[in-house]
C-alpha cells in the first residue's frame, strides 16, 4: 500500500518542476532590439518592374530599435522605432524616356504584434544543459516568429533629373518635395537565437506597404499601386529580468 502513494508523490513533484520550467520566461518579459537594416524600395521611381534588380537598385542602410514585451509565452508587443533611407534610379528604357534618381530620409515608428511559432515551448533546436537536477540553462535555444503590425512613416525625398544636370523636377507635375507623413503596414518573419541570460542575436525579413504614393517624393501618372519597401534586419537583443510585480530590473541584468 505504501508503494502505491509514491505514484501520485512523484506525479505532482514532476507536474510541479514542469510549470516552475515553463513559468520561467515570466522572469524576463523585457527585451530591447538594437538592429542594423537595409532598406529596398519599391515606388515611381527605380526598376520597380524588375523586382530582383531593385532590390539593389534601390538598397539603403538603417539603424532601429524595438522595444518588447511578452504578454504570453508566445506572444508579444513592441515598439519600432527606425531611422529609415531609401532611393532608386530609374531606366531610362523602362520608364517611358525618364531618367530620374531618390533620396530619402525617413522617421518610422509604430506598434506590432509578434507570435512565435517555434522554440518557446518545445526542445526543437535547443542547447539546452542539464545536469541531475535538471535543466541548468536554455541559451542556443532557436525561435522562429511572425510579425504583424501598425506604423506611421515620416519621409522627405529629393529627386534628380540625372537628364538635366541633376537638377529638381520642379515642373513635373506629379513631383512633391515637401514632407510626407502616411500609415504603414509591416508584416514578416524572424529569427533569435539566445545566447545567454542576457543577449540574444536576431535576423528579421519585413515587407511594409504603405497608403502613400509620395514616399519617394514622386507619383508617375502611370501609377498603379502605392509604395512600399523591404527590410532585411539584423539585431542584438537585450534581455531585461523583471521583479514579481512584472516591473523591469534594470541594475541586475545579470542575473
Known amino acids: 500500500m505504501k508503494n502505491k502513494l509514491w ?3 512523484i506525479a505532482i513533484l514532476l507536474l ?5 520550467l515553463g513559468q520561467r520566461w515570466k522572469l524576463r518579459r523585457y527585451e530591447v532590439d538594437l538592429y542594423l537594416a537595409g532598406v529596398a524600395f519599391h515606388g515611381d521611381i527605380g526598376e520597380a518592374n524588375k523586382p530582383f534588380a531593385n532590390m539593389f537598385n534601390g538598397f539603403r542602410p538603417s539603424i532601429g530599435v524595438t522595444p518588447r514585451f511578452y504578454i504570453l509565452q508566445d506572444l508579444a508587443v513592441s515598439v519600432d522605432l527606425a531611422w529609415l533611407m531609401y532611393g532608386g534610379k530609374d531606366d531610362p528604357e523602362s520608364s517611358h524616356g525618364r531618367y530620374y534618381s531618390f533620396n530619402t530620409n525617413a522617421f518610422v515608428h509604430g ?3 509578434e507570435y512565435f511559432i517555434l522554440g518557446t515551448r518545445g526542445p526543437a533546436f535547443s542547447g539546452a544543459v542539464y545536469n541531475r537536477r535538471g535543466m541548468v540553462n536554455n541559451f542556443n535555444r ?3 516568429y511572425l510579425y504583424g503590425g501598425a506604423s506611421g512613416v515620416l519621409s522627405k525625398a529629393k529627386i534628380k533629373d540625372l537628364d538635366n544636370n541633376g537638377e529638381e523636377p520642379v ?3 506629379g513631383y512633391n518635395n515637401n514632407w510626407v507623413y502616411s500609415a ?3 508584416v514578416g518573419a524572424g529569427l533569435k537565437l539566445s545566447l ?7 535576423l528579421e525579413f519585413g515587407y511594409n506597404f504603405s497608403l502613400s504614393d509620395y514616399l519617394d517624393g514622386y507619383a508617375s501618372e502611370w501609377s498603379e499601386y502605392k509604395d512600399s519597401y523591404y527590410t532585411i534586419s539584423v539585431k542584438g537583443i537585450l534581455k531585461i529580468r523583471n521583479d514579481k510585480n512584472g516591473r523591469p530590473v534594470l541594475k541586475k541584468l545579470y542575473r
Open 111 to 113: 506598434v506590432r504584434a
Open 171 to 173: 515642373n513635373n507635375p
Open 196 to 202: 545567454d541570460p542576457r543577449w540574444s542575436v536576431g
Open 184 to 186: 504603414v503596414f509591416p
Open 7 to 9: 505514484i501520485p508523490v
Open 142 to 144: 532557436l525561435y522562429l
Open 16 to 20: 510541479t518542476s514542469v510549470d516552475s
